[in-house]
């Protein structure tokens, strides 16, 4: 029986680990032949390889690509180049994004971590749209990976440039939604709370005290926030545009 997305392209930047490799899989798993860009790092492109690999085992086209999120030159260039190799580009999820804690003050964020912060996790966003929305058909689909925190509801020491870059997130979308809504192109934001990943596992002495406050009494898993990209991705999600869904267990509740 095809899947929900058979027939469509996707591309998943920072899709070689955690949430995002676990987009990419189910994006696969629902039909979509599916691009993963990953960082130049060695670790990034094997790990990125791993991905392809398990996408080529559910019948699907993939390819990993290293760019820069951070770059919008870069970024530019990788969208034109799926869309090359693909012959189409239907999904974007931009699920690149970099976390660099720094409490205010003299011992703080470097300027230059600030900047990087804030290059790849909102300006790369805004660059990808961009230039995916150059190639989107109707019913194309961008949604954006952001974090709970951004709501203002909930803060932690140390993350205010994180968590800016990821608000800055939100608000973009909503006005590209209204901007591309016109064209049946849809533009969402996903913002997961703890998930056990490798960059924040939940198996330490944080991860068991922050369990503990989540009402559902764990931390997600990536195939979780999966599930909800791979529904916003698909024909059954027409009518939410600009929409900002927390997936928290009811941390923001």
Known sequence: MPGTLEGRTALVTGGSRGVGAAIALKLAAEGADVAVSHTHSPGSATAATEVVTAVHRLGRRA???????????AVEAL???VVKDFGRLDILVNSAGVFIAGEVGPDGLDPAASA????????????????????LPEGGRIVNIGTNAATGRIGFNGLGEYVAS???VAAYSRGAARDLAGRGITVNVVQPGAINTRMNPEDTEWGAALGATIPAGRYGRPEEVA??????????????????????GGMDA
């Not at 990087?116 to 190639?135: E, F, L, S």
């Not at 599930?227 to 927390?246: C, H, K, M, R, T």
């Open 63 to 73: 390819r990993a690509y290293a760019s820069d999120q951070g770059d919008t030159t």
């Open 79 to 81: 969208i034109g180049t």
């Open 116 to 135: 990087r912060q804030i290059d790849v996790n909102y300006t790369g966003v805004i660059a990808a749209t961009r230039a995916a929305a150059a190639h």
């Open 166 to 168: 990821k608000a800055a």
């Open 227 to 248: 599930a909800l990209v791979a529904f916003l991705a698909g024909p059954d999600a027409a009518y939410i545009n600009g929409s900002v869904i927390n997936i928290d």
